[in-house]
């Protein structure tokens, strides 16, 4: 009897809890998006909606639409990078005995805690030295090296026993070195490799520092959201806010799927 | 025989050998780059010390280093208290089908972009913002109050990451409790909340120490909230290395003062090494 009116009270407790946990977590969300969709200069209350003025303003930018495809490609292609160079090294260092692995394994996750800032200043350092110029091409190497610890891991987590039994029949099969890889690791791997591809994707998506210091001119959406804020409140940015909002949503709702298909509920 | 030897070595190595290149060349040489930076003078000339004592006797470096580890600390700690009930009630209280549907909604916009999140913020509690005209409008306050630009804006936009990030960590961890211990316990006679109190939350405090450590190495590290959401009024660390490259292209102070971040955060990682026993999945 009293333990089930704790259990009930417990039960509303936590539903008013989450609620309000909810509430403060889509807040400033729900803000962006609505005040993205009314045509008045100011993003403010009271709402006068909807109109897509702003998201017409958006795409009419050029400045905007060119950082969206940097940052598009950027991200894809530092994440075909670093997801190619995790799942090779998560292979080696999984499948043969090498010496001082603990250690190298070490270096190589080594960046995931080291602030993205610090990342940025050093690479910023070096290239100013050796005389590299500042561009999208910098912004994406610094994008590999955050990416590439995290596409380790989680490739390496995931090379189980039962894949060296697959891969040691096949050898015994006859077939060589390369076609193991190709034809039984990387389908068998393929889930991880996916999560690997799109988390590195998220990140390099939104990632702002690196970009900032790095580039100059062709610069990647993030920073160039930044340079919207100079002004202020200003409904553009709220448009080309909810945008980047959709994108991230996109990927994470693949990378979500690739999970779902890799341990079936 | 030797040949086979030989190839049977060089694959691994071929295939390890990018992964640590990139990150030899692209990570470590860098930081040594920066570290010797951080020894040279401004202006060229040689080895110094100088923007080491710089930061030990200018009182406005010391205070961006104290403001930094007062507002982690209060971020860190409202972020757990905040994010622990909320995981509990998601791991708990929701029904098995819809946990993965309300887990992922709850960290919906921790996938935005960091600058667009704390914009969203500013729009919330800006002079003109929802907020201020929810209070003046409803007669509360005849003025509006001060919210953007202060270290409490700095703190809301933190804690609003923060929770949901502590979320997903104590999430996984309550999930990853046999329920067999819950079980013991109410056999024994433990109600809820001395089975909680005296086996759960015990049992999910290591999750709770790698999670408030990662709260604190990206806090402390992060230049974009405090800069969008608490203004120049008060700096904090990030904001100041920053200040260094923007405004006077002083490249070894900045690294100078990176090198001190960093190691604050590396103390704090060996303060409470014994605590964070992150196992290998």
């Known amino acids: 009897m009293r333990s089930s009116t704790v259990a009930k009270a417990i039960r509303i407790l936590s539903g008013l809890y989450a609620i309000a946990i909810y509430g403060f977590i889509f807040l400033p969300v729900v803000v962006l998006v609505l005040f993205s969709l009314q045509a008045t200069s100011f993003p403010i209350p009271p709402f006068t909606g909807p109109s897509l ?25 530092s994440s075909a990078v670093a997801v190619t160079l995790g799942f090779l090294s998560a292979w080696g260092f999984a499948r043969f005995v090498l010496p001082g692995s603990g250690l190298l394994r070490g270096l190589i996750t080594l960046p995931l805690t080291v602030s993205y800032l610090i990342i940025g ?81 998220t990140f390099s998506w ?30 553009k940015t709220n448009a080309v806010g909810s945008l980047v909002f959709a994108v991230s949503i996109v990927l994470v709702v693949m990378f979500e799927l690739m999970l779902l298909r890799r341990k079936p509920a | 025989m030797n040949s086979a030897t030989n190839s049977g070595r060089a694959l691994p190595w071929a295939l390890v050998t990018p992964a640590l290149g990139w990150t030899l060349l692209f990570f470590v040489l860098p930081f040594l780059a920066m570290a010797l930076s951080s020894l040279t003078a401004h202006d060229g000339g040689g080895f110094t010390l100088s923007n080491y004592s710089q930061f ?14 007062q507002v982690t600390a209060i971020v860190t700690l409202i972020s757990v208290l905040l994010a622990y009930p909320f995981a509990w009630i998601l791991a708990e209280q929701v029904p098995a089908r819809w946990q993965r549907l309300a887990l992922m909604l709850a960290v919906l916009p921790f996938w935005t972009s960091y600058v667009v999140r704390s914009y969203s913020w500013l729009l919330v509690l800006a002079q003109n913002g929802v907020i201020n005209r929810a209070l003046t409008g409803s007669g509360l ?60 939350l015990p049992l999910t405090m290591p999750g709770i120490m790698v999670g408030a450590f990662l709260t604190f190495v990206l806090c402390i590290g992060d230049y974009i909230t405090p800069q969008i959401l608490g203004g120049n009024n008060e700096l904090l660390m990030p904001q100041l290395v920053m200040m260094q490259i923007g405004r006077r292209g002083d490249f070894p102070l900045a690294s100078a003062l990176s090198i001190i971040l960093m190691a604050v955060v590396t103390i704090a990682y060996l303060a409470c090494a014994r605590w964070l026993k992150i196992e290998r999945a």
């Not at chain 1, 034809?183 to 393929?190: D, E, G, K, N």
């Not at chain 1, 990632?207 to 409140?233: A, C, K, M, Q, Y």
Request: hydrophobic fraction near 55%; charge should be neutral; include cysteine.
């Open chain 1, 53 to 77: 003025r702003w998201y017409d303003a958006v795409l009419a930018d050029t400045r905007l639409t060119s950082a969206l495809v940097n940052s598009l490609l950027v991200a894809a292609i």
């Open chain 1, 121 to 201: 200043m050093g690479l910023l350092v070096l290239f100013n030295w050796a005389g590299v110029p500042k561009s999208l091409l910098a912004a994406g190497i610094g994008h590999v090296v955050i990416n590439l610890p995290l596409c380790f891991a989680i490739i390496y987590s995931q090379m189980g026993d039962h894949q060296i039994n697959i891969e040691r029949a096949a050898r015994d099969l006859g077939a060589p070195e390369w076609k193991v890889l190709l034809l039984i690791t990387v389908p068998v791997m393929a889930p991880a490799i996916f999560a690997g591809f799109f988390l590195s994707m």
């Open chain 1, 206 to 235: 939104d990632e702002f520092v690196i970009s900032f210091l790095l580039t100059r001119f062709d610069t990647t959406l993030p920073v160039e959201i930044w340079n919207l804020l100079r002004s202020g409140l200003n409904p």
């Open chain 2, 56 to 69: 030990f006797n200018n009182p406005a470096y010391w205070q961006a280093m104290v403001n930094s580890l």
């Open chain 2, 141 to 200: 306050f005849a003025e509006p109050v001060q919210l953007a630009n202060t270290r409490l804006a700095t703190i809301i936009g933190f804690v609003h990451f923060f929770v949901m990030l502590l979320t997903l960590t104590i999430f996984a961890n309550l999930k990853q409790l046999s329920p067999s211990y819950r079980k013991a316990a109410a056999d024994l006679g433990a109600g809820p909340v001395r089975t909680f109190l005296h086996v759960v």
